[in-house]
């Protein structure tokens, strides 16, 4: 059975810092890229990093706040934020496709985990 569990959300002021945590399970984790995805109230959700072997992608509106990283031997793709903004303020989801390549669309993912709240206030 395929889970992806995040973890890590929670309540942080502007300025602050998270990491995000998503375990997977069900797959063999290696072969696939990962994603981190959020969807604000009354948005649609949107693409926020991914990573695929050594290469990194990242949405402009975080680029130089937020790093993706991952650890195939524990089955665990990371997410930290840095320097938080309310506008970060989200439902953050991580995501995985099987493949050799990465993708920013919501629709390029396979499997999806439940999602954690990150909410910074001002």
């Known amino acids: 059975q395929v889970q992806l569990v995040e973890s890590g959300g929670g309540l942080v002021q502007t300025g602050g810092s998270l990491r995000l945590s998503c375990a997977a399970s069900?797959?063999?984790?290696?072969?696939?890229?990962t994603g981190w995805f959020r969807q604000a109230p009354g948005k649609e959700r949107e693409f926020v990093a991914a990573?695929?072997?050594?290469?990194?992608y990242y949405a402009d509106s975080v680029k130089g706040r937020f790093t993706i990283s991952r650890d195939n031997a524990k089955n665990t793709v990371y997410l930290q934020m840095d320097s938080l903004k309310p506008e970060d303020t989200a439902v953050y989801y991580c995501?995985?496709?099987?493949?050799?390549?990465?993708?920013?669309?919501?629709?390029?993912?396979?499997?999806w985990g439940q999602g954690t709240q990150v909410t910074v206030s001002s």
């Open positions: 990573i695929r072997f050594s290469m990194t």
């Open positions: 069900g797959f063999t984790f290696g072969n696939y890229a």
């Open positions: 995501a995985a496709r099987q493949g050799f390549s990465a993708s920013t669309d919501v629709d390029g993912y396979d499997y």
